[in-house]
């Protein structure tokens, strides 16, 4: 695909040419920022094993260290830090010939119990990190969010389909609109100051080693049944989601990374399978043989009278294929299977060993 199509690269193009285009990226040193947390820490993990020097930057608000997944070996530099601060990003930029810029709040509960904190985070760090890119020219990949689609989309989600967000009364769109938002930075920065850019929205990655404390579901459940507590399932359980495993979303990001043809756009990147929140339910309960009852919870005593709730998330993956040949190779079951047998049985390290991530 000619570079000269892509969205928001029109000052790439006269900058690289078709030298630029043909080029592979050897990525030999990257920056992740939100390096501790759980994608960042499987997509350290896997450059690492490539061979490629990892500086992880983090201010540990959700991510951990000593991180399990990462550990700590050669090659890898763990910098404690805020995405916020310029002068320590750029400094962390230079010498480095690409950034994965997955850092913000996550988590509904923690965006909905705080919007102003989410609205302020999201919106300080991704402008630091992209003038730093853009300062050094480095290329960064912007971590964006299936959210940003809105209430409105009708599934699957297709990239140049518009995004919609509820009223400002329901904070649970903040997240959305600083998404929104720093996607439309990243296509600004490429139009007007030469920025190699590429934006993905994420659909509800999941797998070993994520944490249930921040509101995501599927380890929620598992860790309800395993205790043979009630699982609660907010709302009738009939919204629908997609799963994607987190080592199907580093094959997407690291594949994007190394192909420049593929960058200047806006991927979704997500699985196939759709099912709805209560027959994930049902599925964690009976692969865990648990007797744990299903109890259905209302979403405003879960999240507070202004909370609203988007029936459906699929993403049409399409573009990213044609790109660059991905999918994802992890089904629902393996999904739920890994997601259940945790850290210590279906380590990111084990994934990779076994060459599927």
Known sequence: MDIATHEGCIAARSRWGKAFREWISPLKKVLITGGAGFIGAWLGRALLDQ?????????????????????????????RGDCADAALVARLVEGCDFVFHLAAVVGVRRVVESPLRTALVNQATTLSVLEAAAGAGVPVLLASSSEVYGPLATAPFREDDAGSFG??????????????????????????RGLPFVVVRLFNTVGPGQSAAFGMVLPRFVAQARRGEPITVYGDGEQTRVFCHVADVVDALVALARTPSSWGRLYNVGGVESVSILDLARKVRERLGSDSPIRHVPFVQAFGDDFAEARHRQPDIGRIGQAVGWSPRRGLDRIIDDAIAGADEASPRRELERGEA
């Open 51 to 79: 061979g490629v020097e990892v500086v992880a930057l983090d201010d540990l608000s959700t991510g951990t260290w000593p991180n399990p997944t990462l550990g700590e070996p050669e090659g890898l530099t763990f910098v």
């Open 167 to 192: 009223p400002p009364e329901q904070g649970r769109w903040t997240y959305a609109l600083t998404k929104a938002a720093g996607e439309q930075l990243a296509f600004a920065l490429g139009r007007e």
